[in-house]
């Protein structure tokens, strides 16, 4: 059983740049959600995908989207990044309906 | 709204003695708890679940932690600390909202180990 992978592993931008971030999801799993981590801080919330719509969101701005593709892998898409963005993001999947989320290795963003 | 305040964001122990961190939750509907771990330049790695089941959860590693309605607590304990569990531990609660378990999670409790 093939577990949650991210790519990739640390990414540095400039403030202003766009930024692409791919998530595969654990085999057999059909939802996708992101967590952006602050150094510090907790995982917070950005957005969950099923059936490749979004389903529940964060309190992030429109500049953070994403897709989730019909093998259920996903991206994150960050625009405008700001120094603020910096952060690791995490991706995690489940069943439908499930509680329990199964988490990847996370994407480490520098914005400078 | 949910919410999870972890007190203490870094608590040290010796090698062997009893590891207690601490987790109150908020939540308008029964939750869902959990306990997740994080080792340096990692992901999360999931330690125990609460589902509204037994009150008391055990995990891996030697972990449990106690669902407590009244208290609104979930701490997490293990008798004896070994080094490996030298790491950051995250308390989180999940509800169902339109159809999506969202998880919000604590600040963090780091935990060191001292041999």
């Known amino acids: 059983e093939t577990g949650v992978t991210q790519s990739p592993t640390h990414l540095i931008k400039t403030r202003g740049q766009q930024v692409t971030l791919r998530c595969s999801s654990q085999?057999?799993?059909?939802?996708v959600s992101w967590y952006q981590q602050a150094l510090g801080q907790g995982p917070q919330f950005i957005f969950q995908y099923y059936r490749e719509e979004e389903n529940g969101r964060g309190n992030f701005p429109p500049r953070f989207s994403g897709l989730q593709f019909p093998n259920y892998s996903s991206e994150l898409n960050v625009n405008a990044l700001e120094l603020d963005d910096s952060a690791l993001y995490l991706c995690?999947?489940?069943?439908?309906?499930?509680?329990?989320?199964?988490f990847g290795p996370g994407t480490r963003l520098t914005v400078t | 709204a949910q919410s999870v305040t972890q007190l203490g964001s870094h608590v040290s122990v010796s090698e062997g003695a009893l590891v207690l961190l601490r987790c109150n939750y908020s939540s308008s509907v029964p939750p869902y708890l959990f306990w997740y771990v994080q080792y340096p330049n990692q992901g999360l790695q999931l330690l125990l679940k609460?589902?509204?089941?037994?009150?008391l959860v055990k995990g891996i590693n030697g972990f449990e932690a106690e669902f407590k309605k009244s208290e609104t607590s979930f701490h997490l304990t293990k008798p004896s600390a070994h080094m490996s569990d030298a790491a950051e531990y995250f308390c989180a609660v999940s509800e169902s909202g339109a159809g999506s378990y969202q998880l919000t999670f604590g600040k963090g409790t780091k935990l060191s180990v001292i041999p």
């Open positions: 995690a999947s489940s069943l439908e309906d499930s509680y329990e989320q199964y």
């Open positions: 609460y589902t509204s089941a037994a009150t």
């Open positions: 085999s057999g799993h059909n939802t």
